[in-house]
């Protein structure tokens, strides 16, 4: 569960930074080649495409404009017949290509399929900008990282696979997806453009749904999206005709293109979701853009075909299509809209603040915008009641602090437990044959959340208010009648002392 | 020369403060009813149409939904039918009353129409969020300001009015549009999305063309926006037809939507400029963005027919015309665009930063985005060379202080001399019956701009830099080949210390 991959940009939709991750399996490949990042420095002009190839043999920059305009599935069908079915990819649809703000870096996962994102916060945008079509990554011959004390990191990542296997039984089964439920239980379910946190038909698309209908069609959950993943909370999606449509439809997408859409066909959400990895854009922030298009009257809820032909003039690179693209925020604006579910320029992810207010905080205060990855407020983390607003802030900030640590060197559903960071300290340790300890992974997430704060300030934003749009506070949510009340006074806060001592409140 | 009216609102376009000022009579009208300001307090809901009345018997707010969706002129009609001829009216045309972002407040001049406009910064957005279609102000039976000192102010203010018309002269016969073959000539004039500072068309589109077609059609230079102003800068413009078209057709609206468009043929200017009043959209905004569109191949530069299509998608109210009516800065994010002729999500105006660097200067630091009349680096002003950077962002710094205590008390055509300031200061003091000074008046703009710069930091914009976009120092200009080349260290030195004292450099 350590094959991750992140990305790092100037976000296009928050003017700040963006750290995306994904799964897939070029993060592993770039281990394997030795590589700890690739920078890609400048633009090589306007009218470029570019494919970079990285292998054992070193690294080259093709020109590739046979690729221009390509679907990411056709993208990488066409760079697995140039370079090799075995080259995990990197790539941009048309979508980042055309630099729409909202876009994704796709990342193949274990049977070469784009179907993994670096969605959040536009870096496909950026990437396209620089005229990247795709990175691609060769698996050298020789498969081993280095590793400073073999044994016991073996021993110790054994032992510790072992018990995530027990512990993440649930995502294994249900996927992400077991959120749905969950969520919509607690009352924080965004439904209809955050106007409900409770979706009538939410059992039609729960992960139990999924459980039920994909095995019997040929598809799958319990799919590791990189090889040898402990957790295995990916699924393969088939449709009724028993043809793959998607993989690794997570309870976001779900969530974000269903419930607050108000469309319940589990079928039509897989193949929006499969339309948005095809162009390349995110499908939280599309979701909530959708969503208010909906609400202000320009589509109707729950209505797919306009769905799909409003994407198609994304696929277009039409004017319309630039703008559905451009997320939640510009579009409001262009609406002239004061409601906007988003914060700081990024859509809320699919917890409703009001129901969910350790996420709520962190909606408000991370630097990279409305984020939930980046300190999930989850039933049970910090001993609180997700819908009381009293010690959420700093509940935020400790997670955000091992969130940041933990998308340094782990998939985020490793889990922000003392137990996880001690163990991912203990393989750091002997992976590099330093001393490494609980101390020092909650010095690396706080260093990553200061390079982050002080990239910000850089870009401007350092008098930004840690806030979220005021109808999360006026608007009540219903059925549980909840409104985001964290006090303003403690969000200000969340940043005053970097220094604080975590005290691992989850 | 003093019937300004100045306007305050939350821009939604920087997100910060923009005061935007207009001529016409609502200014007089305001004095003669004793009205120092009208404050529009909170929103009556989605779905209100007010008109909102003030006249020396009172106030009242009255539904007026048989004025929803009308033009600024149609509007002024219906009002003068409803409420009388010699009422003078703010209003919002369908751009405003929309919520489109770059919308304006138009206000009736001498004649009743609604010709001048309070354009910049969105105005029109928000009084159209609020409900508001209209203010009508009636002219009270009594038509006299309350002066301390009558016989000491009417001499003096004779006196300056005299000398104003000596000195203002070329402004009454050819208008602000004086600038377009001065500007040209110091190869600032924007042209064709900023691409060239020199219009090779510049004599048709100037101020002294206008001087010799308007007289024969019917129309007329050196009209007065509001009645007995000594400069009279404005015009009535009449058609070939010998039909009215619009009037006061000033510099920047001919450039912008002139040079910048690469339309030569002034009657189509006018028609253009026309229906951005009849709309309520600020023509220099609607210029810049009409500009990115075309240099990005969404138009063709001197298409008239596609930029009157594109502003009635604007009357439309569709998603297109939202989006062009949104600026040039989010249609420039909307499009992918690096190059965006603007700062602070405010468009230049139609002074090349690159060949006009005091502007560029306040353009940069002025607490309102992009904004010549903050302060104008014309040429003679300091004594310094505008091309050259050296001085520029002192003054900058002058001309704002300046330009604020201006904008305060009369029309920026009064100009920034020390010999104007005095003669306003006593003017002052001749009103008000106590002491009033040149610090008195230079402290007064330094007021302001302490607000303005204090209402900024409150909105979250205190680490927003005061610089210009990248493509101004990197591009040169043709055909003087200029870059802006002010130090950004001068830039950000301009708001250090606001208690530097003023040199009136000017």
């Given at each position: 569960s350590t094959d991750r991959l992140s990305i790092g940009v100037k976000s296009p939709l928050t003017q700040g930074i963006k750290e995306s991750n994904a799964g897939g399996t070029v993060g592993r490949t770039m281990s394997l080649l030795g590589l700890k990042a690739v920078v890609v420095e400048e633009c090589?002009?306007?009218?470029g495409c570019f494919v970079i190839y990285l292998g054992e043999e070193g690294g080259k920059v093709e020109r590739a404009?046979?690729?221009?305009?390509?679907?990411n599935y056709e993208l990488a069908d066409w760079l697995h017949l140039k370079y090799g079915p075995d080259v995990s990819i990197l790539s941009v649809g048309p979508a980042g290509e055309n630099r729409i703000l909202n876009s994704t870096v796709a990342c193949t996962d274990a049977e070469g399929r784009p179907a993994r994102h670096a969605a959040r916060g536009g870096p496909g945008a950026v990437l396209g900008a620089k005229g990247v079509k795709a990175l691609v990554f060769a698996e050298p011959r020789r498969k081993r990282v280095e590793l400073a004390r073999p044994k016991e990191f073996m021993q110790l990542a054994r032992g510790m696979a072992a018990r995530l296997r027990q512990e993440k039984a649930g995502l294994k089964k249900?996927?992400?997806?077991?959120m749905v439920r969950i969520v919509n239980s607690l009352g924080g379910l965004p439904t209809r453009n955050f106007r409900s946190?409770?979706?009538?038909?939410?059992d039609a698309i729960s992960g139990e749904r999924l459980a039920e209908i994909l095995p019997a069609r040929g598809g799958r959950m319990g799919?590791?999206?990189?090889?040898?993943?402990?957790?295995?909370?990916s699924n393969i999606y088939y449709g009724p005709d028993g043809k793959y449509v998607t993989a690794g439809l997570e309870y976001e997408s779900i969530a974000m293109l269903g419930a607050n859409l108000g469309i319940a066909d589990i079928d039509a959400i897989a193949s929006i979701e499969r339309l948005c990895d095809d162009l390349g854009i995110d499908t939280i922030e599309t979701g909530a853009t959708l969503g208010v298009l909906m609400d202000s009257g320009w589509l109707k809820f729950g209505d797919v075909d306009a769905v799909l032909s409003l994407l198609m003039e994304v696929r277009r690179g039409s004017l319309m299509g630039r703008l559905v693209g451009a997320g939640v925020t510009t579009v409001a604006n262009v609406l002239g809209?004061?409601?906007?579910?988003?914060a700081r320029g990024q859509s809320f992810a699919a917890y409703d603040p009001r129901a969910f207010k350790g996420t709520g905080a962190t909606y408000a205060t991370s630097p990279m915008g409305a984020?939930?990855?980046?300190g999930c407020g989850l039933p049970g983390r910090g001993g609180l009641?997700?819908?009381?607003?009293?010690g959420q802030a700093t509940l935020s900030f400790e997670l955000q602090v091992v969130m940041a640590a933990i998308d340094s060197c782990a998939?985020?559903?490793?889990?922000?437990t003392e137990t996880n960071l001690k163990e991912l300290a203990a393989l750091i340790a002997c992976r590099y044959g330093e001393a490494f300890s609980l101390d020092d992974i909650l010095a690396l997430g706080k260093k990553a959340l200061q390079a982050e704060l002080t990239f910000n300030e850089a870009a401007g934003?350092?008098?930004?208010?840690?806030d979220l749009p005021e109808f999360v506070r006026e608007e009540v949510l219903p059925p549980k009648n909840l409104?985001?009340?964290?006090?303003r006074a403690d969000l200000k806060d969340?940043?005053?002392?970097?220094s604080r001592k975590i005290e691992l409140l989850f």
């Open positions: 090589p002009g306007e009218d404009d046979a690729a221009r305009g390509l679907l249900y996927g992400s997806a077991q946190g409770c979706f009538e038909e939410a799919h590791p999206c990189a090889p040898g993943c402990a957790i295995a909370c809209l004061a409601r906007v579910p988003a984020d939930h990855t980046a009641d997700v819908a009381k607003p009293e998939c985020l559903y490793v889990g922000p934003l350092g008098g930004a208010k840690s409104v985001f009340d964290v006090p969340v940043w005053q002392d970097l």
